[in-house]
């Protein structure tokens, strides 16, 4: 018995186009490979926070160089979620509980981490260590990434829900941060 939603000869395989998952038209500055190096991180950070302290932005800008060569994530991605979860501030905490200037909701993660065989993550360390939160926030990106990478083209929107309707807002935050970081022309600083 064949479905009639399926053809029962197909001639040809045709590729899903990774683009159209959201149908829409945002861009491809998440795809363009920028500089892990700090100075350019930096400057990222710079352009969302002209207002930041330099040398606050110097240290995270080190700080998020170090985690992104530990897990190969484009730094646009991570500094425009960073600025979109928690504007830079490591003491912020959410209405749902989440932490860090990563924004890391430990009871969903650890759950996660535990069923990978994962340390759960230290809460307390969480509060206090820039670079543990980054960290945690790096491991959480390459599991969305090693998941749903193949064939989610905007695999990081999942950083902050599951959900269609929640990723496609985050989208629209990340994707605001990205057209700045776009218009400064960070790429050119490679």
């Known amino acids: 018995m064949v479905c009639s939603r399926f053809p029962a000869k197909q001639n040809k395989v045709e590729s899903i186009k990774l683009t159209s998952v959201y149908r829409d038209n945002f861009g491809d500055f998440d795809k363009v490979h920028v500089s892990n190096k700090p100075p350019v991180i930096a400057k990222m950070i710079s352009v969302l ?7 606050e932005v110097n240290d995270v800008a080190v700080k998020i160089h170090q985690v992104l ?37 430990v009871n969903v993660w650890n759950k996660e981490f535990i069923r990978l065989n994962l340390a759960p993550i230290d809460t ?15 491991r959480i990106l390459n599991i969305l990434k090693t998941r749903y990478g193949k064939y989610d083209r905007r695999w990081y929107a999942r950083y902050h829900s599951k959900t269609k309707k929640y990723k496609r807002n985050y989208l629209h935050k990340l994707e605001s941060r990205m057209r700045l970081l776009e218009k400064s022309q960070i790429v050119a600083m490679n």
């Open 49 to 55: 926070k002209p207002d930041f302290n330099v040398a």
């Open 124 to 138: 307390e360390k969480l509060k206090v260590d820039k670079t543990y939160a980054l960290d945690v926030m790096g």
């Open 69 to 105: 060569q530990k897990y190969k994530i484009e730094p646009q991605i991570v500094v425009a979620i960073i600025d979109t979860e928690s504007s830079f501030n490591h003491e912020a905490v959410s209405s749902t509980g989440d932490l860090s200037l990563a924004q890391v909701n």
